[in-house]
């Protein structure tokens, strides 16, 4: 039935724009409540022990039970790990980025190595990094830091060389000097290439704080209470900071997207 | 010859490696030299800065390990160790390899098929798109401990719960560069097999598939490169013994340094050689297909 309904929903044509992005929004979310009501139904129906896999009303009940601990995992993993590191990474990423692109050498140097590191297993330097900051959130914004900076430093680069030869010529005949190239003209045609970066690493990000927490944190922390809960086979408890994650990950995400819509609604993607 | 190495950017490159290997020996000489002058102290004798240097390149565990000593581990640990020994980290790579394949193959497939419904079915772009992408924004490597301890909990154990993790991972660029890629071609294209009579049947696999072939090995280079993450972090919790994440983990607990850059290493080759091998893969078919530049 729920099938048929966004079928239905779907083939509609609707001109207007309002309703239409309600309905776009609606399909995905029917969609999202029916797979949650299986769930439900099949956890339930075929007795699926709760170890195994807790139906979502368990898991909701358990939300809501426990949000003082919630609150406080997310506080030391988000706020502290994930934010400060994202900040630190995309910001030297960008910085040495715009370094880089003045000398071509440079660039012919860095960018395969840049595409190099960016595909390898960087989480790996957790354990390294939680013996050299300790066990705080330092460690993991480090961590944080080395994952985001990679993906920011090569797009922006190639992002950086998008602007055609033809809008440098005619910045060229406006006398205009490196600088003023850089910000009127390279900058915003490299956006969306950064937001490209910034999405990337905003899940990255929330990834490496919470892996590195499982080298070891103080007794706070969504990794942290992931895999002790594990150990000790609550898993509600689990599902229940996965969902937090999963939240926290998607609000971030979205919001780094809205605002790419902002600053770069003249490319044609959007338009 | 001397003209096409200074055009390319084998000299850039070599320029750059040996400054990181420069800079890697600085910060040596800066992180392990307060150990060493803590053990001159200790000892109450003096200690110049010329004695201090030589000493920082070969402690036993050090802050941060020297490129040689790096590679002398590496070398100990796989020329001259035998392969199928638990200590050889060709063995370990192996497990580490086996896995990322197995969960690679799974995502692609998963990929390609969930591209294909997409691509042929509004309903299942309209609904299933959205929670695609949302699936990504859920940190699965942060999850996937839990995932190798419940399904263990359950009897499934060995190279299927890593390789699950890997296929997370690995169908989400698929899907994504697939539903681009036969998305291609364009509406004359289109129109062309409609004046053919093309059936659906038809217009995929004489014209959708082939023009998303380009797209499709972009993503794989991707999906390549994080089924590998997937299966080092899916080897993390305490239960698995054997594997490249295995060995990070045993290196951290026991304060081996060596051995956690010696496994890093071991990784970061594996992920180059495999993003490697499917870029010769890429070419190799463009060529046949001639679409090559």
């Known amino acids: ?271 | 010859m001397l003209k096409t190495l200074a055009k390319g950017s084998t000299i850039p490159v070599l320029v750059v490696t040996t400054a990181i290997i420069v800079f890697w020996y600085a910060c040596v000489v800066w992180l392990n030299a307060p150990f060493e002058r803590d053990q001159a102290e200790r000892a109450k004798k003096e200690i110049t800065f010329s004695q201090i240097l030589p000493k920082t390149m070969e402690q036993k565990r050090p802050v941060l390990p020297a490129p040689h000593q790096v590679v002398r581990e590496i070398w100990k640990t796989t020329v001259l160790k035998n392969v199928t020994s638990k200590r050889s980290l060709v063995y370990h790579a192996w497990i580490t390899l086996s896995s990322t394949l197995l969960g690679f193959a799974f995502g692609t497939l998963l990929g390609i098929a969930l591209a294909v419904g997409i691509v042929h079915s509004q309903t299942l772009d309209k609904s299933l798109m959205p929670w695609i992408i949302t699936s990504q924004t859920i940190p699965i490597l942060a999850i996937a401990p839990m995932i190798i301890v419940v399904l263990n909990a359950v009897g499934i154990s060995g190279l299927l719960p890593k390789a699950f993790i890997s296929m997370y991972l690995s169908f989400f660029p698929v899907a994504v560069g697939m539903v681009k890629g036969l998305r291609s071609p364009d509406i004359m294209q289109l129109d062309l097999m409609h004046t053919y009579n093309a059936s659906k049947a038809q217009l995929f696999w004489k014209l959708r598939w082939p023009s998303s072939i380009p797209f499709l090995f972009t993503s794989l280079k991707v999906a390549i490169a994080a089924s590998l993450v997937g299966a080092i972090v899916g080897e993390l919790p305490t239960g698995a013994i054997s594997g490249l994440g295995a060995r990070l983990l045993a290196g951290s607990y026991y304060g081996q340094t060596i051995q956690i850059w010696s496994a890093l290493f071991m990784a970061a080759f594996l992920a180059a050689s495999l993003v490697w091998l499917v870029g010769v893969i890429d070419r190799r078919v463009l060529k046949r297909m001639g679409m090559a530049q």
């Open chain 1, 1 to 271: 039935m729920a099938w048929l309904l966004v079928s239905n929903l779907s083939t509609m044509k609707i001109k207007s724009y309002i309703p239409r992005t309600i309905v776009n929004l609606t399909i995905p979310l029917i969609f999202g409540l029916t797979l949650l009501f299986l769930w439900e139904v099949l956890t339930r129906g075929l007795g699926v022990p709760s170890i195994l896999l807790p139906p979502p009303s368990q898991i909701g009940v358990r939300i809501a039970n426990s949000l003082p601990i919630l609150a406080a995992d997310f506080q030391q993993t988000f706020l502290k790990a994930v934010l400060f590191g994202y900040v630190v990474g995309c910001a030297t990423g960008f910085a040495i980025a715009i370094v880089v692109d003045r000398s071509p050498f440079m660039r012919k140097g860095l960018m395969p190595i840049g595409n190099l590191v960016a595909a390898l297993p960087i989480v790996g330097m957790a354990p390294i990094m939680v013996m050299w900051f300790g066990f705080d959130w330092q460690s993991k914004a480090a961590v944080v830091i080395v994952m985001t900076f990679f993906p920011m430093l090569v797009n922006t680069v190639a992002g950086l060389s998008t602007a055609g030869h033809m809008e440098r010529d005619l910045m060229r005949t406006y006398a205009s000097n490196y600088w003023q190239t850089l910000f009127k003209l390279r900058l915003p045609a490299a956006l969306p290439f950064i937001f490209n970066a910034l999405k990337i690493n905003s899940t990255l990000a929330l990834i490496g704080a919470i892996v590195a927490e499982f080298f070891g944190t103080p007794i706070v922390g969504m990794g942290f209470r992931i895999s002790t809960e594990v150990g000790r086979m609550n898993v509600d408890m689990v599902w229940a900071e996965i969902a937090m994650a999963a939240l926290a990950g998607s609000l971030f995400y979205g919001l780094v997207a809205l605002i790419e819509r902002r600053l770069t609604f003249w490319h044609p993607s959007y338009r």
